[in-house]
């Protein structure tokens, strides 16, 4: 197959209520699309593609990644396919990922800096080439951030509708014309100063963020204490762990493995729980409520979490991060969590609830 026929094929039989099971046809056709477009692209290329995990996506997509740049579309420019959520276009992005930002800057924070990234890179190049390309795209759809995030980050555009696709060498002429941009473009973020330059572009965000009302009152008592005090803190809760605890644990992990992550216990203490999906980790913290203590529960968390993550990881690479509670620690600690990038899951009764980020990650559903 070729580039028309994978769009073509992908268009005409996605659904996203038939889910990502083997079987369903469009979602084989996107786990098939890497081998069967190798020939079509220029070389050095990785490709990947995917249909959703867990649950179907609004907007399947397949990219097409410079490892001297990324080789995931969770950070920096590559280029992709994204489909359109009414399935009529396909269009070809030079994009950029968003996870990593959004795990620092939060949603908003990272789309202002995608536009300020995009709007740098687009000034930056020749007025003749980007004359050949759209800097906007319409993917149809409002559904989520990671949408939102697309069409934010979208640097340059060529849309196809899907009943009316150019030929398969007209399309190989686009890819590769689009993939001599992107290499220019990495070099243009790499190299570009002043208002166009990456410095910018974080000062952009920070003052997006700095402006923004997040209506979240300041929590002043939420301080680190001494070293020597931490040190016996952690001593005390390495003592305390119990069979309640323990319990939590492993009915989390047991749920999140029904929901097609893979969570992992061995190797990783002092850390009570990792979680892998495909290239993401998820870096979890249990803590069961003693008496109603939710102060204590939430700072122990908030505290592991980044010593954790700060000792046992390699510069660059950021794990997100979990405080699993055995009930909701209320919507004042819940704020102070997320306001740090943590997201917080608790048990609800038998089932599991938690924050936007949970739902969005898709651990719980509630």
């Not at 907007?59 to 001297?68: A, C, K, L, N, V």
């Not at 700072?299 to 954790?308: M, V």
Request: charged share 30%; aromatic share 10%.
């Amino acid at each position: 197959m070729g580039i028309r026929d994978v769009l073509s094929g992908v268009g005409s039989h996605y659904d996203r209520k038939l889910g990502t099971e083997r079987g369903v046809r469009a979602q084989d056709l996107l786990r098939e699309a890497p081998n069967e477009l190798v020939s079509c692209v220029p070389s050095g290329l990785e490709i990947k593609a995917s249909g959703g995990q867990g649950s179907a996506t609004f907007t399947p997509w397949i990219g097409f990644y410079d490892p001297r740049e990324t080789v995931s579309s969770q950070e920096g420019i590559y280029v992709v396919y994204i489909f359109a959520e009414d399935m009529r276009s396909v269009s070809l992005i030079l994009n950029q990922g968003v996870s990593m930002l959004k795990r620092k800057h939060g949603i908003e924070g990272a789309i202002a800096i995608l536009e300020s990234t995009a709007q740098g890179i687009v000034h930056a190049l020749p007025d003749d080439l980007v004359r050949r390309w759209r800097v906007d795209v319409d993917l149809k759809s409002s559904k989520s951030w990671r949408q939102r995030a697309y069409v934010a980050g979208s640097i340059l555009v060529r849309d196809y509708e899907l009943e009316d696709l150019p030929s398969e060498a007209e399309l190989r002429a686009d890819l590769r014309e689009m993939v001599d941009v992107y290499r220019i473009a990495i070099d243009i973020k790499n190299r570009v100063p002043g208002d166009r330059g990456a410095e910018a572009v974080d000062r952009n965000a920070a003052n997006y963020i700095a402006n923004k009302v997040v209506g979240v009152r300041r929590f002043e008592e939420f301080k680190p204490k001494d070293s020597e005090a931490y040190r016996v803190f952690l001593k005390g809760r390495a003592l305390s762990k119990g069979r309640n605890h323990e319990r939590l644990v492993n009915d989390f992990a047991a749920h999140v493995q029904r929901g097609g992550f893979h969570p992992a216990t061995v190797g990783a203490s002092p850390r009570d729980l990792v979680v892998y999906r495909d290239e993401i980790e998820w870096l979890v913290e249990a803590k069961y409520v003693a008496e109603g203590n939710h102060r204590e529960a939430v700072r122990q968390a908030i505290g592991q979490l980044l010593e954790y993550r700060f000792c046992l990881y390699g510069k660059g690479f950021y794990p997100c991060l979990i405080a699993l509670f055995s009930e909701d620690v209320g919507d004042l600690f819940r704020q102070l969590l997320e306001s740090v990038e943590i997201c917080v899951i608790w048990r609800q009764g038998e089932e599991w609830s938690g924050s936007d980020r949970a739902k969005e990650w898709g651990f719980v559903s509630r």
